[in-house]
Nanobody, 124 residues
Framework: VQLQASGGGQVQPGGSLRLSCVAS????????MGWFRQAPGKGREFVAAQGWSGVITYYADSVKGRFTSTRDNTKNTVYLQMNSLKPEDTAVYYC??????????????????WGQGTQVTVSS
């Protein structure tokens, strides 16, 4: 199983980025997908989680209204569109896959597989 995250980079405050995470080696449509992030000196925190169909999606309060998670099961890919970025969004972003397809979870310890992370830096 491999989760390959990409799309990170450096952007000014107020800017946008779109992260992608391509999954291989698992039945993607049977997995809930999550996004987490870890800022320097801090623990990993929940960002978004989405069920297999994309209908059920949860967001952290800190990103609600600015970030949108979508998925394309035909491409085994989940996306995180990040708008109105703030310096406090600076972190390494990780995607993760959870076999509990019915109920996406905010709990990182329930995820089975993790990607390698992609750096997002918001700075002027």
């Amino acid at each position: 199983v491999q989760l390959q995250a990409s799309g990170g980079g450096q952007v000014q405050p107020g800017g946008s980025l779109r992260l992608s995470c391509v999954a291989s080696g698992l039945p993607f449509s049977r997995y809930a997908m999550g996004w987490f992030r870890q800022a320097p000196g801090k623990g990993r925190e929940f960002v978004a989680a989405q069920g297999w169909s994309g209908v059920i999606t949860y967001y952290a309060d800190s990103v609600k209204g600015r970030f949108t998670s979508t998925r394309d099961n035909t491409k085994n890919t989940v996306y995180l569109q990040m708008n109105s970025l703030k310096p406090e969004d600076t972190a390494v972003y990780y995607c993760a896959a959870d076999s509990n397809v019915k109920n996406p979870t905010r709990n990182q310890y329930e995820y089975d597989y993790w990607g390698q992370g992609t750096q997002v830096t918001v700075s002027s």
